[in-house]
């Protein structure tokens, strides 16, 4: 893999009014808390959806052993990061009839190596490269859920974290966050307590949850496009 190169796509001038990802509430190893709060910060600016469809994109596979390049965690850029499962999220330039320029689609990695945002075709060139030579067992599927859905629907009381060994007794894989367990006010209401791994980064024979499911090529179709075309379930 060669080192990183300057981007040949530029992110639009009227994104500076986004905010900072670096001032986003960050914890090793809680990617999907880390992207619900981006969102929320995403989904609280002024006209934005108007300007950008925001999705949340949950990767994973049904043995949850995807390999991902360029991650912070990788000992080095030439190493794959086997994940069970990762999240980032995507802005896709929202669709008007009455407007001509080309928005395209734009990635918040919070543990990537390379730039954020980064445009998604250098973002899955260099995240998943020589993807469909990969063992299928190393491929990728991606869940791609509206922002609204996910911060409404999510819930984790990071049990998914928790392991017991005779020595230490139950103990967290990954010290975590000090902030309360995020349940949203859907979830809530519903009583759901947690279904991160059951709505979200399942992704088995019988998938199901929220969002739709989407292999490599189709993923990358949607990135392409600009008119939104994911709806809130399956």
């Known amino acids: 893999m060669s080192h990183l190169r300057e981007s040949s796509h530029i992110l639009p001038e009227y994104t500076s009014m986004l905010p900072n990802f670096k001032n986003n509430v960050y914890t ?105 030579d990969l063992p299928g067992q190393f491929q990728s599927l991606f869940r791609v859920v509206p922002c609204k859905v996910y911060l409404d629907s999510f819930a984790s009381d990071r049990s998914h974290m928790v392991i017991s060994d005779p020595s230490r007794g139950p103990h967290y894989l990954a010290a975590p966050p000090s902030y309360p367990c995020i349940c949203g006010p859907l979830a809530a209401a519903q009583g759901v307590s947690h279904n991160l791994m059951s709505d979200f980064v399942h992704m088995g024979g019988d998938v199901s949850g929220f969002g739709t499911v989407l292999d490599f090529a189709s993923f990358k179709a949607w990135c392409s496009v600009s008119k939104p075309d994911v709806g809130g379930g399956m």
Not at 45 to 66: L, M
Request: aromatic content about 16%; some cysteine; overall charge negative.
């Open 28 to 132: 090793s190893q809680y990617c999907e808390e880390n992207i619900y709060f981006l969102a929320q910060r995403m989904l609280a600016q002024p006209n934005i959806e108007g300007k950008w469809d925001i999705n949340i994109i949950f990767i994973s596979n049904p043995s949850r052993t995807v390999a991902l390049w360029n991650q912070r965690a990788s000992s080095s850029i030439y190493n794959a990061v086997i994940w069970d499962y990762h999240v980032i999220l995507a802005l896709r330039g929202s669709f008007a009839a009455d407007r001509d320029d080309e928005r395209g689609t734009w990635v918040y990695d919070l543990d990537t190596r390379l730039p954020v945002p980064y445009h998604w075709e250098e973002y899955v060139e260099r995240t998943f490269p020589g993807h469909s």
